[in-house]
């Protein structure tokens, strides 16, 4: 459990010298390195639902919209 932790605050060392907490405040911030990876997968989790993922299911609808059979049904059930 402590290893997990000890490599999710190993997240911090991306960031430079001057804006890492050990600089600015002196000491460091136990399990900080977790919650800014939970942070960035929820703000990949919205990219992918509001940008990439309309891309995505706008490239699959107009697949399916050049077959024939399968427009009609995709079209009835959207």
Same mark, same amino acid.
């Given at each position: 459990?402590?290893? +997990?932790? =000890?490599?999710?605050?190993?997240?911090?060392?991306i960031? %430079?010298? =001057?804006?890492? %907490?050990?600089?600015?405040?002196?000491?460091?911030? %136990?399990? +900080?390195?977790? +919650? +800014?990876?939970?942070i960035?997968?929820?703000?990949?989790?919205? =990219?992918?639902?509001?940008?990439i993922?309309?891309?995505?299911?706008?490239?699959?609808?107009?697949?399916?919209?050049?077959? %024939?059979?399968?427009?009609?049904?995709?079209? =009835?059930?959207?």
């Amino acid at each position: 459990m402590f290893k +997990l932790l =000890a490599i999710t605050d190993s997240i911090i060392k991306i960031f %430079p010298e =001057a804006v890492r %907490p050990e600089n600015l405040l002196g000491f460091g911030i %136990p399990g +900080l390195g977790v +919650l +800014l990876f939970f942070i960035l997968v929820y703000g990949v989790g919205i =990219a992918m639902r509001y940008y990439i993922g309309r891309q995505v299911v706008s490239f699959y609808e107009s697949i399916l919209i050049r077959v %024939p059979v399968i427009s009609s049904l995709y079209q =009835a059930t959207k």
